[in-house]
Each structure stands twice: as structure tokens, then as C-alpha cells.
């Protein structure tokens, strides 16, 4: 065995006992863009993997500034005060820069982040969204080899990220406030759909009237939508994570979806076809980036495209083309 192997090996035996310090070079490793820190982060999520599937997991979405981070700090103080560990890994592909915002919300989780029982982890943003998806989705392995009872994932409402966190979870929590101008804004733009549970924070105050209307009319909302599946009925919820209050309902509501899941196989059939689906959305980034690097396929596209473009050609032939070159290329 060479060094980065012992090393490795290292790594995951000290990830499986719980220390924190070992799980954060686990998740540098899996981050990590270098093709050797690559196969050296599957080999350790190989052996991690038998001691995976332990915690509850929870996603946290809503548009920026609804409270997330505070949300999620009060959320994560209340797990821990019944003994939980609690672990917080953050998705944000919309920013580029160095998780500037990212280590902005560590900071907002101060007390949380003090905790002994917690681990608080800001992704590193950019890149496409199915690379960040990935890592996050093996973060969260990780986490739970490290033997932590929830994993919460954080994601700011915008874009694609939703679907993807919504996607890794167990459970996908969608966090609305008033005050936002738009108060349907949920509804619009679809993620109401993915939602097992609505919350609306800041129900406190000023706001505390708006909270209430709001989630009157999430609830009118949500009446009028078929829910996404039979086992459960979405619920919509208030809160001030502010003030910790109504943070231990929104436990309880973790809870029962959870308990509603059992009947039809639990949390593992969901995560199931989870799994059979990131497995061929891989396999489906991977082949559109062996198809682009293909050298036939690069001297053709362009043209192709310009002329699909005009209206020269339909987009079927010119694609049937392109699978063409890619075949003989292949076989040639
Ligand atoms: N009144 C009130 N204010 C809150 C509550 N929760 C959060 N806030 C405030 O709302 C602002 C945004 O809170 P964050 O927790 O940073 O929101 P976020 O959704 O994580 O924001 P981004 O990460 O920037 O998308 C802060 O000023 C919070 O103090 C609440 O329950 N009540
Ligand atoms: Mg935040």
C-alpha cells in the first residue's frame, strides 16, 4: 500500500470514530477538482459507505433573507438539545466567489457552530450544478459515517438548487417570510411543489399579522395542488426563528413526515430511487462531456449549430449527425 492509500485509510477509520477534524478532510478531499484527490475521496467513501443511511435528512430551501441560516441555527440548537448531532453543509452554485456568503451564514451560526455536537460546513460555490450536487450529496455520506443523527442542507432559492437539494433529502422544508413584495412568489416559480413541509418564519412582531395571511394562503394554495405523493399531505407551519418559537413544531412535523414515509418502504425507497437517479444523471453529464470533448464532434458542432440556428437543417438531423460522428469516431 502506498502513502495516500495509508493516508486515506487513516482518514476513514477516524471519520467512522467521530472526529470532526478527520470529516472536514474527508469533504476537503471530495470537494476537491484534482483528479488524484478524486479517486482518493472514492476510495474513502467506499469504506464509509456500510456505515451511511443513519440520519435524518433535511433540506432547507427559501429565498435569500427569509431566515435560513437562522432558521436552521435555532433548528439545529433544538436537535442538539435532545442530544442530537447535528450536521449543516451548505449549496450555493449561484455564487462564484470563494464562499464569501458562505462563511458570512457560519458566522450567523455562531452559537450553533460553538456546540459541541454540531459541524457546520460551507460548499464551496460555482461550478455546474451537478458537480456541487455530487459533493454535497457525499458530504452528507461522510457526515453520517461520522455517526451524526441529522444532516440539514441548506440552499438558497434560486434556480436549480432546489431541485437538487430536494433530490438528497428525506424531507425538503421550504422557507417563506412576509415582507417580500411577492408573497405567492413560492407558487410561481414551482418549488411549492417540491415542498414536504412550508414554513413561514419571522411570525413575530411587525410581521406577525402578514405570517399569519401568508400561511393562510399557502395553506388555500396547497389545497388546490395535488400533493406529489399519497403518503403525505404537505403541511404549512409558522415560526420565529428569531425567537425559537415554533422551531420544536417544525421538529415534530420532521417527524411525522418521516413516519408517514413507512408504510410504502420509508425514507429507504425514497432514497432508493434517489440514488437510481443521480446514478444515470451522472452517467448522462458525463457522456454530453465525453460527447463535447469527442475531436469529430468538436469540428463538427459548431457548423451544425449555426445552420440549425438559421433553419438550414432540424435539430433532429443535426444531432443524429453528431451521434454519428461520435459512433465512428468510436469504433474507427
Ligand atoms: N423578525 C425576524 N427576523 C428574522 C427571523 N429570522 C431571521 N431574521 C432576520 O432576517 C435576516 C436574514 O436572516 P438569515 O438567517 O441570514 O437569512 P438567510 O435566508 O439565511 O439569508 P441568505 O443566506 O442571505 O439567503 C437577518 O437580519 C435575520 O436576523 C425571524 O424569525 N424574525
Ligand atoms: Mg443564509
Redesign the pocket.
Known sequence: MNEAADETTRIADAVLAGDRRALARAITLIESTRGDDQARAQALLARLLPETGGSARVGVS??????????IEAFGLHLIERGHRVAVLAVDPSSKRGGG?LLG?KT?MAELAKSEGAFIRPSPAGEILGGVARRTREAMLACEAAGFDDVVV?T?GVGQSETAVADMVDTFLL?L?PGGGDELQGIKKGIVELADLIVV?????A?ADAAGRMQADYRAALGLLRPASSDWTPRVLA?????GDGVAEVWRAVEDHRAALVPSGGTGRRRARQSRGSMWSEIGDGLVAAFKAHPQVAALAARLEDEVAEGALTPHAAAMRLLEAFRGGDSA
Open positions: 427559501g429565498a435569500p433573507g427569509v431566515g435560513k441560516s437562522t432558521f456568503a451564514d450567523r441548506e438558497v422557507l417570510a418564519n419571522k411570525s413575530d412582531g410581521l415560526c420565529s426563528a428569531l425567537h
